[in-house]
């Protein structure tokens, strides 16, 4: 829609639509609320993540410091646009509705629900609960390309 809008010509354009805004908490609630059940929860603290962003051991310290500016300074969504280079898009096309988070979740939990791998039995937890993977998980590189 946006890549032959000769309104973003030159200009940053940006996707955030109102329903989408949503925090970590308020997304896995969301989820919870998709699949019936209550996932586990850690709390981590600015502090802890603080403290280990200064340890300098790679790559922890850089996670702790790249989640710290994410969740707690919220450097995704705290920002205002207002260079004449930004522009939103649902102030391009403010007759098109965009597809919720929700809407999303909705399409994924049928998938996993179809899935008999998928679907165990139901995971009770209280927030003073901390889940221990039983596995160790995989390492995968992710890489970004700007152009």
């Given at each position: 829609?946006?890549i ?11 996707f ?5 805004l ?13 699949i019936?059940?209550v ?9 802890d993540?603080?403290?280990?962003a ?14 710290h500016?994410?969740f707690i ?13 930004d522009?939103e898009i649902?102030?391009?096309y ?8 929700a ?13 008999e ?14 889940f ?9 590189a992710?890489?970004?390309i700007c152009?």
């Amino acid at each position: 829609m946006s890549i032959d809008d000769d309104r973003t010509l030159n200009k940053t354009v940006h996707f955030q639509p109102p329903s989408n805004l949503l925090n970590m908490n308020e997304m896995a609630s969301l989820w919870e609320t998709k699949i019936g059940r209550v996932l586990p929860r850690v709390t981590i603290t600015e502090q802890d993540l603080l403290q280990r962003a200064q340890e300098m051991r790679i790559p922890q310290s850089v996670v702790a410091a790249i989640t710290h500016d994410i969740f707690i300074n919220g450097c995704q969504i705290n920002f205002s646009l207002d260079k004449t280079t930004d522009v939103e898009i649902c102030s391009l096309y403010p007759n098109t509705s965009f597809r919720t988070i929700a809407e999303c979740f909705d399409d994924f939990a049928k998938k996993i629900s179809d899935n008999e791998k998928a679907v165990s039995k139901p995971v009770t937890a209280s927030n003073t609960d901390i889940f221990v993977p039983t596995a160790k998980p995989e390492a995968l590189a992710i890489t970004a390309i700007c152009t």
